[in-house]
Each structure stands twice: as structure tokens, then as C-alpha cells.
């Protein structure tokens, strides 16, 4: 009850449209509640007295009866569907707008596949709910009272008859909504599990292909779906089973009040007329019953998927923004690491310790260390995307955590381990961090990154689609649309995270001739691989196991004949002989 007391406060700024809809729906109903009375008026008085112009007055009616309940029921459909699509409007924004804020944890541990599958099929059952399951719940509540009514002043005794299978009908009801509920959850979480295999697929379709692995992936593949067949073929079987009892029990309700109706009409206590029009308000009163597996399964169906939508909005950032956060001023670049340690949630070992760094405005800093030594961990907490587990980094002597998180990530530029360019065109990839960049600004980052010259070349040049994570373009070629789209924002922090690790010899002398210049009045930090980055550094730090084990330049380092030694005699004295 709670989760469908949550959707429904989603239709709490649509309330007039579904005041309306109801007001429709219950005009509806009553226009058809006249049609029996009008139906007994015809046969009992017009047919059996003979009275023709009666009778044709009385069809007329019934024809204006009907065209207005076709004319509610448009209305009620209309403006039910408007707000139910208003509300899933407003849904689907709320959820992806909290995706947005989630912080790179969240991501960590979640699949794209079972957020897609959330963002799509998750919502969509709701739209099924708003339009379909609420109104109509609360429309075959009012009909069966109202109907019942009428039919105990009509004929009391006749009416005890028909509702002698009611308790049968409401037994079944119920059972079928205790086991098609689960079924729905299970059959929303198995699709996501076909959703992120196909995403998978897609994304990794050349790693497949390259290891002949088609076959292997479509086995895989055929598994989630079939696990998908099995649920619905399940829900299915319910389905199949609900209707005939359904049918039989209500068949069971109609047989007993022909018999008994049959029998007063005999006796004379019944009019044939009376006794039509009671069978045409007894199938309003089954109406309501029979409508009941339809609102049963699309409110579990809600429910399961809505608990899935819940989860995601319910879950909150660990990277919160204080009330009291203000805008980061322009800075200077003068970067403190104080005592600073994390660890990732659910693991208790720390990946930096006590981590203590002084990094002075313009400074560059370049950071080394194995795999899993802190080196990425230690980049990602300075724009925030992750906290401190204690500790605290302050710019200018600010924490950063005391400013917007806006205002701190605009004076960053950022460029990451694995490139990703948007399906859209250059242009629109290198201004994507600066909304109302000039085209002479673009030109003029795509030059610093020395990709202009290449762009050019391009029959669209930089109106030129680069493809699904710009697939049309080279590793080289990407990198330095990322380090342009950076260098746009004229940041006075610069990360570079494995920045030329992927391009040949050419390219990164290319690409280290313009960060030369461009790190200049600029505190850089540096992930590199490359022998060239790491000596132009003004400070190297040798990071192992989250802590600082060695510091300084690269000359004085190799002096110490310490693990920097080690690493530069293993992995980069090739290099520099080359």
C-alpha cells in the first residue's frame, strides 16, 4: 500500500484532470444504469400494450442513452490518458534527473541494462496503472453498490440469489492477485537481466566478434530470454485459469437467477420486461467483478515495477552539497590534501591512507603507482565525485566540500582513463562542457589539442557526426577531442588521467606540445604512462598501497635509487632510448 500511496501522489498536481475524468467516468455509468429501466418500459408497456409510438420513442432514447456514454467515456479516456502521461512525464524526468546527481558509487555497482530496463518497462507499467487500474477501481466499487441497490429494491429475493456466488468470486479474485504479484516482480527483474546482456552485447560487439564468441553470446542470450519465457508463461497460465473461473462462477449466478426468475414469472410475481432488466443490471454488477482480475493485474504489476522505480529515486548520494554550500570564487589553484583516507562502501580496506599533499598554484604533479595503489581514487575526489572517507581537501584554503558543487566542477577540467565522445557532432562534443562557447573558442581548444588540422580535413568538419562514443575516430583522435573539450572551460585545475596512454608516438608528441604550454599558470595532475609527461612534471609521487612512498623530481628521484628508480629501470628506460 505504501508504494501505490507514493504513485499516486504523483497525480497530486493533476487532480482536476482526474476529478474530471471521474466526474466522466460516474455520468457514464449512470446513463447506463437508465438503459435497463427504459429496456423494461419497452417491453412491459409499449410491446405488450401495443402502444408503437411508445416504443419508438422509448428505442430513440435508448439510442441518445448510448451516444452520450460513448461521448463520457471519450471524455473519461481522454483526460485519464492526458494526466497519466503527464504524470509518467513527470516521472521519467524526476528519475532521470536523479540519475544525473548519483554519484559515481552508485554507477559502480549498478548495470546500465537494469537502469534502462527501470527507465523504460518500469515506467511504462505505470502509465498502464494511471490510465487503466485506479479510476477504474474506483468506478466498479461505485457501480457494484450502485447496481446492487437497484437491484435489491427491484427484486430483493432475486438479488440474494445472484449475490450467493459473489463470495466465490471475490475468493478467486484475491488468490489470483496473490500469485500473479510476485510473478510481476520476478518478470520485471529477469527483462532487466535481458536488457543489460543486449547493452552488454552492443557495447562489446567488436571484443566479440574479434574472439568468434557469437555463438557463446547467443547461448547466454537465449538463457535471460528464456528465463523471461518461463515467468510470463507462468503469468500466462494464471491468466488462462482466472477467466474460466470467472466465467463458471458468474455462469453459476446466471443459471440460479434464470431458474428463480423463470419460476416468479410463472407465478406471476415477475414481469417479463422486469425480469430482462434485472438480467441487464446483473451483468453490471458481474462487471465490476470480472473487472477485478484487470485491476489486480495491472496494480501488482505497478507495484512490483514501482518498488524497482523507488529504489532508484530512494537511493541518496553519499556526495551530498551542504545547505549552506556557496560558489567557488575564482581560484588560484593552491591544492591541500589533509590527512585525507577512503575507502569504497562495502569494503573495509582503505585505498588511501592519511594521504598529506601540498600542490601550489601552476604546479603539476604527476602521480605513478601499481594497479589499485590509489593513483584514479586520489584524481576523483578533488572534483568530488567521491568524499573523503575522513580528512579534507581544501582549494585556496576552502573545503570543498563548504562550495557548490557546480561551482567546483566548472574550474576543473577533466580528462578520463576511457574516453567517451557523445553520437553527435565535434562541435557539440568540444563545447559540451561550456554551454554558448563561440565557434572561434572551439576552433581555438581544437587547436591547442592539435586536433583542428585533422578536423578540417572532414568533409563536414566540425559539424561531423563521430558515431555511438565516437566510433568513427581513432583512440588518438578521441583523446584530443577530450583534451580540447577540457581546455575549452580555461580551468585552473587540469586532469589528466592516462591522457596519451593509447596513442602512438606522434600523436603524443603532438598532444604533449600543447599541454606544455597549456599547463603553464595551471595546477595539473597527471596519470601518465609516458616517460615525457612524467619528467616535465614538477613533482612526481610514487603512490603503493595509498600512500606517498616516494617524492620529488624525476632527477632526484632516480638519485634515491628507490621504487621510482625501479619503475623508470623497468617500464621506461626503452623509452627514452627510443
Known sequence: MQILGRLLGFLKKYWHLMFFALLAMLINRILTLAVPEITQRAIDVAIDEKKYNLLVILSLSIVGFTILTAAFQFLQEYILQYASQKAIYDIRNKMYDHLQRLPFSFYDKSQTGQLIARATGDIDALRRFYSFGMLNFISSILMFFAVLVICLIKNWALALIALSTMPLLAYAGIRFGGKIGPRFWIVRQRFADL???????????????????????????????????????????????????????????????????????????????????????????????????????????????????????????????????????????????????????????????????????????????????????????????????????????????????????????????????????????????????????????????????????????????????????????????????????????????????????????????ALATLMQNRTTFIIAQRLSTIKRADKIIVLENGEIVEQGRHEDLLEKGGIYSEIYRMQFKQQEER
Request: aromatic residues 10%.
Open 195 to 513: 536488457t543489460t546482456a543486449i547493452q552488454e552485447n552492443i557495447t562489446g560487439v567488436r571484443v566479440v566478434k574479434t574472439f568468434v564468441r557469437e555463438e557463446y553470446e547467443i547461448n547466454k542470450f537465449s538463457g535471460y530470454a528464456r528465463n523471461v519465457l518461463q515467468t510470463n508463461l507462468e503469468i500466462t497460465k494464471l491468466w488462462a485459469t482466472f477467466f474460466p473461473v470467472m466465467e463458471f462462477i458468474s455462469g453459476l449466478g446466471t443459471i440460479t437467477v434464470l431458474w428463480y426468475g423463470g419460476w416468479q414469472i410463472m407465478k406471476g410475481q415477475l414481469t417479463l420486461g422486469q425480469f430482462i432488466a434485472f438480467n441487464m443490471y446483473l451483468m453490471q454488477l458481474m462487471w465490476p467483478m470480472r473487472m477485478l482480475g484487470f485491476i489486480i493485474n495491472v496494480s501488482k504489476e505497478a507495484i512490483a515495477s514501482g518498488q524497482r522505480i523507488f529504489e532508484i529515486l530512494d537511493t541518496e548520494s553519499e556526495v551530498k552539497e551542504s545547505p549552506n554550500a556557496k560558489p567557488l570564487p575564482t581560484i588560484e589553484g593552491y591544492i591541500s590534501f589533509d590527512n585525507v583516507s577512503f575507502k569504497y562502501e562495502n569494503n573495509d580496506e582503505l585505498v588511501l591512507k592519511n594521504f598529506t599533499l601540498e600542490v601550489k598554484p601552476g604546479e603539476s604533479v604527476a602521480i605513478l603507482g601499481a594497479t589499485g595503489s590509489g593513483k584514479s581514487t586520489l584524481i576523483n575526489l578533488i572534483p568530488r565525485f567521491y568524499d573523503p572517507t575522513s580528512g579534507k581537501i581544501t582549494i585556496d584554503g576552502i573545503d570543498i566540500r563548504d562550495v557548490t558543487i557546480e561551482s567546483l566542477r566548472q574550474q576543473i577540467g577533466i580528462v578520463l582513463q576511457e574516453t567517451f565522445l557523445f553520437g553527435m557532432s565535434l562541435k557539440e562534443n568540444i563545447s559540451y562542457g561550456k554551454t554558448g562557447a563561440t565557434m572561434e573558442e572551439i576552433i581555438n581548444s581544437a587547436k591547442a589539442a592539435n586536433i583542428h588540422n585533422f578536423i578540417e580535413t572532414l568533409p563536414n568538419g566540425y559539424d561531423t557526426e563521430v558515431g555511438e562514443r565516437g566510433v568513427t575516430l581513432s583512440g588518438g583522435e578521441k583523446q584530443r577531442v577530450a583534451i580540447a573539450r577540457a581546455l575549452l572551460m580555461n580551468p585552473k585545475i587540469l586532469i589528466l588521467d592516462d591522457s596519451t596512454s593509447s596513442v602512438d608516438t606522434e600523436t603524443e608528441h603532438l598532444i604533449q606540445n
